[in-house]
């Protein structure tokens, strides 16, 4: 078996799987795990600088199984008691970082990473994946856990026979842009309140979060995420000017003292429009399904149901 991405929706389809008896193996295109459960470093300052936190709010998986999965790579965020001064329910953060908890998932399985799929094609019974790294995986059945578009992109290329049902579905799919900050300061910044993270209720910012008050970073580091608006509006343009705007818009919490930033583009956030299914079943000989958070209700939960629901239908194809 192949899953492709090993963001949460891969990692956890790929772990049903293994627990299923099966040979799963991995791939991704970046350089750890995690895709936007993300962690970036700039000097000695460390960043959450994709979500935030484990937003479980759903709680459509109980709070016992993402115990038992995460472990020690979970730990709460939010008390109960912080007064959040907004909507976002942050409860539970990875542990120590966003990126931690998704290498807690990917423990014990074989991942491939800086292995981008390039091409999928069929032979006789099974899969052909062609990779960047000139490696190829034959594989009796594939998870593509890929933002939407992009899986689309990649079918329409290997000239996989999609029905024109499916392919409508999967072009229907949109996504929301965020354009992430990532700012050294000088000294802590101590207008953010308590426990490190405010999402501000007008201008550019959707949220703010200190991630030294998170406990991810020895250095005053905060993230900024700008709106979807803003960062469609300014996604082609300059980033360090970009990048320069965001932070004015955050003085009355950062104040003044910035040592540097670095500015990253999500060009696929949080899905815009989704699918309703919680997975697409693409082929079913051999067994293609598609999985992620543009499938079902979205978000880090969403794309653990989709992992979750792509492993159930390959075992059900394969033992069918
Ligand atoms: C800034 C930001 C803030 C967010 N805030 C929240 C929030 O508050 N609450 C919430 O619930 N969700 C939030 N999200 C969304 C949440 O992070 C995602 O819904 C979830 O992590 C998606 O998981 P996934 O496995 O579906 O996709 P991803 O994590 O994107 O995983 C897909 C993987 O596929 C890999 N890949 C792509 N192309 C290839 C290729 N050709 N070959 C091999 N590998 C490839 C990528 O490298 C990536 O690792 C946020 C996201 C961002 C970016």
């Not at 990473?113 to 059945?141: M, N, Y």
């Not at 996989?160 to 999967?170: F, I, K």
Request: charged content about 20%.
């Amino acid at each position: 078996m192949l899953v492709v991405g090993a963001g949460i929706a891969g990692l956890l389809a790929a772990g049903e799987l293994q627990r299923a008896g099966l040979t799963v193996r991995v791939i991704d295109k970046g350089r750890g795990v995690g895709g936007r459960l993300a962690t970036r470093r700039i000097g000695d300052a460390i960043f959450d600088h994709g979500a935030p936190c484990l937003d479980l709010q759903g709680g459509r998986l109980p709070e016992r199984w993402w115990r038992e999965r995460l472990g020690p790579a979970r730990t709460e965020w939010w008390p109960a008691t912080a007064d959040s001064g907004s909507e976002v329910p942050c409860r539970w953060r990875g542990a120590p970082t966003m990126a931690a908890a998704a290498k807690h998932l990917a423990q014990g399985l074989e991942v491939f990473s800086e292995t981008a799929l390039t091409a999928l094609r069929t032979e006789g019974s099974r899969w052909i994946a062609s990779t960047s790294s000139g490696t190829v995986f034959p594989a009796e059945a594939v998870v593509l856990t890929l933002p939407a578009p992009q899986s689309l992109a990649l079918l329409d290329a290997g000239a996989v026979d999609l029905s024109p049902d499916l392919r409508g579905r999967l072009a229907a799919i949109e996504y929301h842009r965020c354009l992430a900050v990532m700012v050294v300061l000088n000294e802590p910044s101590s207008r953010i309140p308590f426990p490190g993270g405010l999402a501000p209720t007008s201008g550019p910012l959707a949220w703010v979060s200190d991630n030294q008050a998170k406990g991810i970073s020895p250095v005053p580091a905060v993230t900024l995420h700008a709106t979807a608006a803003f960062s469609l509006e300014h996604w082609d343009r300059d980033r360090t000017e970009t990048g320069l705007l965001l932070i004015e818009a955050a003085r009355e919490w950062i104040g003044p003292g910035i040592r540097e930033f670095q500015v990253h583009g999500w060009r696929y956030s949080r899905p815009r429009i989704s699918d309703e299914s919680p997975c697409m079943v693409a082929c079913q000989r051999p067994p293609l399904v598609l999985a992620g958070d543009a499938f079902g209700p979205g978000g880090i939960e969403g794309a653990a149901l989709s992992g979750l629901a792509a492993a159930r239908a390959i075992v059900q194809t394969t033992s069918g």
